[in-house]
């Protein structure tokens, strides 16, 4: 019997309430009243003994008092359960328990157990054999029969695996167990996600097994999302999700790029469109930064599947080196060889072949898996070897070529060259030539070296000219100054081809002795793929030792005792117990093991079409509560005040009447005691937030705000306190540390500069904290934003970034003054340091300022201009970034560029902006002195 959501374990003792008419009638009832006969001798004896008087009925507030008591008792009685558990429909002799534990589970596996508890509580009370398996752990587990106690143990011991369930081995463990037992209930906990031959797998379990019915759990929603790929691409890093079919609403997710380290490193901003499965996104940041990542994650996703773990990126490449011609240690100078091997050897691993043939030369290298292999000075390449090599640039190889006569005899749709050639050498300068030297020109925008400087000493006298093919502007990654191409690229598979239109020593140019050639190179070598075991330990490897996990709540965790060496070879190995997803190798390189593959989709379960009676189950914890103890607690209570109001009616309090001076006393006492403590609490007019106060005002903090993001807040506290330590250092100022603020409902006005780094993904700020905001400004308070995306367009450039059309929405809510650049005669460019750049982790982008014009109305101004300091300062810089220091005083952050005296210069800005922030017009005047005293003539 129930009345969701209470219901009653002996629902029949609820008819015992149909007594409570009686109880009330008995309550009610007393003896009839005796008839009075006055006898006249004891009328004096009635006027001098005191008459008690007793009522003839109960009063109705005792009566109800005493019902309410009994009714608690009959419902207690009744054992009542507030929100019951679903009822368990387990007709049969016996419980096969199947759940999901794979990846997908993580997240809900609280629930899941809860549900699995509930199955089992009701096989004990039906005192029935339980069999308990589970789809991602080995087959040859214990599945049972066990009794409720050890199946509940063993369901306690079992977490989520960070492996895809297997549920056609599971299954026909579980078949083969349940022919020996009666017909039983078979339940099956699903994670909603359907696997490879589910519905063969399915089916031969009902068809082999007969089960007398079926529980049917899965999850309500499938939110599950995961990463397929990451690629690094020429100029960015793109990132690309799947989810489930059935997940048809759009949905905005970020990605985070993080180091070895684990410090965040970039983001990716991934929407998946109404009814779409796939997203993608990108993380562009200068490739130094990039060859940094060692792993992504999308925020919020707490599942081995939406991270992935990277090889290669940030480790050294084996490039082979090939050339026809002998090395004559007598002429050095002259070998094709000599300058790459300079320009490489700090990067690369290079490998050379025994052989001098072509044939046995690249066959000799491609058995050592490189990533890149050079060509110095080939020509034609035997059948055998380039069917080899064409094979290993599909695969993911990198193959760079270089100019030499020998190429003039190839033909000119080769499929070893990345453009068609002419069979002619272009001279430039001589007696029979028009034309000088040619300089280099600028890198094209879709090339590697786009972000190179052009270089300015190098000259070029001789070049293979490529065949004037429409497409050949967009393998051009180098060109002269006259547009011919250097350099050209094109892709192979996976794989790319370059080819450098000029010999490898300076005979042709002079581009093999500059140091471009050098990052020329390293950028091919970066952008080029690890091959194989033999990129990752130089050694001819067949297995890899486990080195860093993916747990299944995507935590990279080291590996555990049963995790087996993964077998590098022809075929990829599949995720599994034995090697679950994460890095394989040691710190001299390791191979990425990841959970879904690049054509990975995640399709929903389908419930398949049983033969038999199915029952649908919802995941879901045990609220059920008691209530038995609640109300016997209760009707106690109740008896109690009860007893207490009859011995007061009985006349019990009489005794203390000869204390009534006494108490009277002590109430008076108590009284003056709660009045002076009541008079205290009235002085005491202090608030919680006092005491914030004055720890703010004491000493001058540095402010940032909490913006949400948990990688952006934590840069921006240790850029601060970075800048703190420098102020201490240089300054006489000692700021308090650094406070991060919530612009909603903290206090602004404690704080000269509040620094505000601008991310996308962090919640847009409401009307109510933009005017507390702007509120803030106009009472003398000034705001550093900072996009933090110099290198991809930042403020006032270009095609704006996501972090600055966020800037603009916060900005459109402001009354913004006119922003102008820092001018060189500004007060930011000599409060303390001289400077004539703001840079921060990145260089080149423009600090602005409230624009230098005339203020004589403030009216209309957003802050008084009084104290000539700008209420507002925007930057793209990153420069929280620059100054961010770790627990050792470290930066926490690479600069880009890599120059060691960018930091200091970022450092030296934070100082000065924050002195003109402090010292206001007194700074200006002071440099501003000279021009003053002319102006007085003095």
């Known amino acids: 019997m129930s009345w969701l959501p209470l219901s ?43 008459q008690d008087e007793t009522s003839h009925q109960s009063p109705w507030w005792i009566t109800l008092l005493r019902l309410v008591m009994a009714g608690l008792i009959v419902a207690a009685l009744a054992k009542p359960v507030l929100n019951p558990k679903e009822d368990m429909p387990e007709t049969g002799e016996a419980l096969a328990l199947v759940v999901d534990n794979n990846w997908t589970t993580s997240a809900e596996w609280n629930s899941h157990v809860a549900t699995a508890t509930r199955l089992i509580d009701e096989a004990e009370r039906n005192s029935v054999p339980i069999l308990l398996a589970f789809t991602s752990e080995r087959a040859n587990q214990q599945i049972g029969p066990f009794g409720a106690a050890e199946a509940l143990n063993r369901l306690n011991a079992v977490k989520p695996r960070p492996v895809p369930a297997d549920r056609k081995a599971i299954f026909d463990r579980v078949a083969d167990a349940m022919r020996s037992m009666p017909p039983a209930t078979l339940a099956i906990l699903s994670d909603g996600l359907a696997g490879p031959d589910d519905e063969v797998a399915f089916n031969t379990l009902i068809a082999t097994t007969r089960p007398a019915n079926i529980i049917w759990a899965t999850p309500e929603r499938l939110d599950t999302i995961g990463l397929t790929s990451a690629i690094n691409g020429t100029d960015r890093f793109t990132v690309t999700a799947v989810r489930a079919t059935t997940n048809a609403a759009p949905s905005i997710l970020t990605a985070g790029a993080f180091d070895n380290r684990g410090r965040r490193l970039g983001d990716a901003t991934l929407t998946f469109q109404p009814g779409a499965t796939e997203a993608t996104g990108d993380i562009v940041v200068p490739f130094e930064l990039r060859n940094d990542f060692a792993s992504i994650a999308l925020d919020g996703e707490l599942n081995a599947g939406a991270v992935r773990v990277l090889d290669g990126s940030s480790t050294r490449r084996r490039v082979g080196l090939l050339s026809e011609t002998p090395v004559d240690e007598a002429r050095l100078l002259l070998s094709p060889l000599h300058y790459i091997r300079r320009a490489m050897t700090p990067f690369a691993d290079l490998v050379e072949p025994r052989s001098p043939t072509l044939s046995a030369g690249i066959s000799e290298l491609l058995e050592q898996k490189p990533a890149v292999i050079v060509l110095a000075d080939t020509g034609t390449i035997p059948d055998e070897a380039r069917t080899e090599l064409v094979q290993w640039m599909e695969e993911g190889g990198t193959l760079v070529r270089f100019a030499s006569s020998r190429l003039l005899t190839v033909a000119a749709d080769n499929d070893l060259l990345p453009v068609p050639l002419r069979r002619v050498e272009r001279q430039l300068g001589g007696a029979l030539s028009w034309a000088g030297p040619q300089p280099v020109g600028e890198f ?61 020593e300076a005979s042709w140019s002079t581009l093999p002795i500059s140091g471009t050639f050098v990052e020329m190179l390293r950028r091919i070598v970066q952008l080029s793929r690890n091959q194989g075991i033999g990129a990752v330990q130089g050694q001819a490897a067949t297995t890899l030792p486990p080195y860093r996990m993916i747990a299944a709540n995507g935590a990279i965790v080291p590996p555990e005792n049963d995790t087996r060496p993964l077998a ?127 720890e703010a005002i004491s000493k001058t903090h540095l402010a940032y705000v909490i913006t949400g993001v948990p990688g952006v807040d934590s840069v921006s506290r240790a850029g601060l306190e970075g800048l703190t330590r420098f102020l201490v250092e240089k300054t006489a100022l000692e700021p308090g540390a650094p406070a991060g603020v919530r612009i909603d409902r903290d206090e602004l006005a404690f704080y000269p500069l509040i620094y505000w780094p601008i991310d996308p993904a ?145 450092l030296r800005t934070g100082v000065n902006i924050v002195m003109y922030m402090l010292t206001g017009n007194y700074k200006s005047d002071q440099v501003h002195v000279p021009a003053l005293l002319e102006r007085l003539g003095q």
């Open 8 to 50: 009653f374990g002996a629902p029949m003792l609820l008819w015992g309430l149909l007594a409570l008419p009686v109880i009330w009638w008995l309550l009610r009832v007393t003896p009839p009243r005796p008839q009075t006969e006055i006898f006249p001798p004891l009328k004096i004896l009635a006027r001098v003994l005191r």
């Open 762 to 906: 962090a919640p847009m700020p409401d009307p109510a904290s933009i005017a507390r905001v702007e509120t803030y400004m106009q009472q003398g308070g000034s705001v550093l934003f900072d996009t933090r995306d110099q290198y991809s367009t930042g403020f006032g450039g270009g095609a704006a970034s996501p972090a600055t059309e966020r800037l603009r929405e916060i900005l459109a809510g402001l009354n913004v003054p006119p922003l102008e650049p820092v001018p060189a005669d500004h007060v930011l460019t000599k409060s303390f340091f001289i400077l004539e750049q703001f840079p921060g982790r990145f260089n080149g982008g423009p600090l602005w300022v409230e624009a230098s014009l005339e203020a004589t109305n403030s009216a209309n101004r957003p802050v008084r201009t009084g104290d000539g300091v700008s209420p507002i300062l925007i930057t793209a810089n990153d420069l929280a970034g620059a100054w961010a220091i770790d627990a050792t005083g470290a930066p926490l952050l690479p600069t880009v560029s890599s120059d060691p005296m960018q930091r200091i210069y970022a």
């Open 444 to 504: 094209p925008k879709n090339s590697p070296f786009s972000s190179l400087p052009s270089p300015s000493d190098v000259t070029v006298n001789r070049q293979l000219l490529a065949e004037p093919t429409p497409d050949l502007v967009d393998h051009s990654w180098a060109t002269l100054a006259d547009g011919t191409p250097l350099v050209t690229g094109d892709k192979r598979g996976k794989g790319m081809l370059v080819l450098f239109h000029v010999t490898p």
């Open 568 to 694: 590098v070879g022809t075929e990829a190995q599949p995720v599994s117990i034995d090697n679950p997803p994460g890095l394989y190798g040691g710190e001299e390189g390791v191979v990425a093991h990841n959970l879904l593959a690049s054509d990975a989709t995640l399709t929903p379960l389908v419930q398949p079409k049983f033969t038999v009676p199915v029952s649908v189950l919802r995941y879901a914890q045990n609220e059920a509560r008691d209530l038995k103890a609640p109300l016997m607690t209760a009707a106690v209570l109740l008896f109690i005040v009860d007893t207490v109001i009859m011995f007061w009616m009985a006349g019990v309090t009489t005794r203390l009447r000869r204390t009534r001076m006494a108490g009277g006393t002590a109430a008076l006492v108590i009284a003056t005691l709660l009045a002076i403590s009541v008079d205290h609490a009235h002085a005491d007019d202090t608030r919680p937030d006092d005491q914030i106060a004055i």
